[in-house]
């Protein structure tokens, strides 16, 4: 009964490279969700998906980051030209279902993705 | 202005005393939810109780409970009991509007509560 799968759950990345994460929602669960935790910080809202659409991505960077959530597969948050910046811990969740009778919709987090850009 | 606030950076507590862990959110909603979540060193976040807005009774799992004030929108965590296993961060989450938007939480900063033997 796996939970929320993350990989790779270290990266290391030089400034410019890409820096590409992986989530595989818990099973039975089509709502993905997205949140960056810098140093020092708590968790902030990135982008919420739902298989190959995107829902919410008001707390998305303007530039440089995407994600997706394809029909098959995991959903991927990807960084382009990475920056010092954006060394933090990206974590995924997931839930079943988001809706008027979900009022706790407790997300369930995966264990996160280090990203350290030197 | 923060939406959450955790007072408290660091907490300390002996083996098998209660605990309560502050936080104080700012809403000008009617609907809304609180939860805590736990962060061991391993890094995950797991999730411990929720309290709805409109609930009346305060929220209670196992050792959790939320000491729930509405008017002094205060939604403090007590832990009884406490474990060596409970060492961690913890933080205070909020979901603001109607149900349709829970998905996005704001997080407090964190309190890290360390046990001791």
């Known amino acids: 009964n796996a939970g929320v799968m993350q990989n790779p759950r270290h990266l290391v990345r030089r400034r410019g490279q890409e820096a590409r994460l992986r989530c595989s929602p818990m099973?039975?669960?089509?709502?993905v969700y997205w949140y960056r935790q810098l140093p020092e910080e708590g968790l902030k809202f990135m982008v919420y998906?739902?298989?190959?659409?995107?829902?919410?991505e008001s707390g998305m960077p303007k530039e440089r980051f995407s994600a997706e959530f394809p029909k098959e597969g995991p959903s991927i948050l990807r960084i382009q030209q990475v920056v010092r910046g954006d060394s933090a811990a990206y974590f995924c969740?997931?839930?079943?279902?988001?809706?008027?009778?979900?009022?706790?919709?407790?997300?369930?987090f995966g264990a996160g993705s280090r990203l350290t850009v030197l | 202005a923060q939406k959450i606030t955790q007072t408290q950076p660091g907490m300390f507590v002996q083996e098998k005393e209660a605990v309560t862990l502050d936080c104080t959110y700012d809403?000008?909603?009617?609907?809304?939810?609180l939860f805590w979540y736990k962060q061991p060193s391993s890094g995950e976040m797991i999730f411990l109780i929720y309290?709805?807005?409109?609930?009346?009774q305060n929220a209670t799992e196992g050792r959790y409970s939320l000491n729930f004030q509405k008017a002094r929108k205060s939604a403090n965590l007590v832990i009884s009991a406490s474990q060596l296993g409970d060492s961690a961060m913890y933080f205070c989450?909020?979901?603001?509007?109607?149900?349709?938007?829970?998905?996005?939480?704001?997080f407090g900063k964190g309190t890290l509560l360390t046990v001791n033997p």
């Open positions: 809403t000008s909603d009617q609907s809304y939810g």
């Open positions: 969740a997931s839930s079943p279902f988001v809706g008027q009778n979900s009022g706790a919709n407790v997300l369930t």
């Open positions: 998906l739902q298989k190959e659409n995107i829902i919410d």
């Open positions: 989450a909020m979901r603001e509007g109607d149900r349709g938007s829970n998905y996005k939480l704001t």
């Open positions: 099973k039975g669960h089509s709502h």
């Open positions: 309290q709805g807005s409109y609930d009346e």
